[in-house]
């Protein structure tokens, strides 16, 4: 195989995995409706290959994705590249501009990170097994505030960076209507710091929704019990999405998946 083979099969899976499922866009759009009208702006931070941006899009939103990952944001191109409505960034998202080492899992990029502690939490665990951290990227680093001076303030901003997202939050020094970071239970201190991040911005309320199921729970809680729900979950959930949204806000209610 050429150099490049390896990673275009790893991008391949993530395209199968990630749109090949009409059920799971449904779903996906039915959650992403109760943060997003017609002309709002979203960042989509972590947007590998750009399925949340497609939703985004089809709820009507105008989308900054941002994507570290060369083979990735080529797909993203492909997809995306000729939409009015889709800015491509081409950078990691951090604590302040500069350059940074991507550990790329090249058979299932969908992981490769920026955190050495993410792969070390890694190594050994219970469905994990098998992963490798085969290749490193040197990627730009932004910030979400230089996001914010470069696009508009977003409407909504989705952090999926594998154990990063304390990090990304970093860069944010003004609260948004409303966000969402991702938590992984093999490295859920990054949630932990991240739910930090958000919670020094301001009042905000936070629902937990594990997997990829779409959906959130009626109530909405604060930190604190956010946190102690993160803390106490158990190892084989493996991952979920906390989403944060003001005090005051209103959501768009909730509608059928169709």
Known sequence: MSGRAPLAAGIGRSLRIYYGD????????????????????????????????????????RVVAVEPQPAALRA??????RDAGVTLAGAAVGAADGRAAL???????????????????????????GQRWDRVADVPLTTLDALIAAHGAPDFVKVDVEGMEDVALAGLSRAVPALSFEVTTIHRGAALGALAQVAALGPYRFA??????FDLPDEWVGAETIAQRIAALPDAANSGDVYAVQDGATLVPARGAG
């Not at 992403?32 to 290959?49: E, K, N, S, T």
């Not at 993203?76 to 590249?81: K, N, T, V």
């Not at 937990?208 to 199921?213: A, I, K, V, W």
């Open 208 to 213: 937990l929704s594990l997997g990829e199921g």
């Open 103 to 129: 550990r790329v899992n090249v058979a299932n990029p969908t992981v490769s990170t920026l955190s050495e502690g993410f792969v070390a939490a890694a190594a050994g665990a219970e469905g994990w097994q």
């Open 76 to 81: 993203l191109r492909l997809i995306h590249g």
């Open 22 to 61: 009409s059920g799971r866009a449904a779903r996906m759009d039915a959650l992403y409706a109760r943060f997003l009208r017609p002309g709002a702006l979203a960042f989509d931070v972590g947007a590998h290959v750009g399925d949340r941006t497609a939703c985004f899009r089809r709820l009507g939103a």
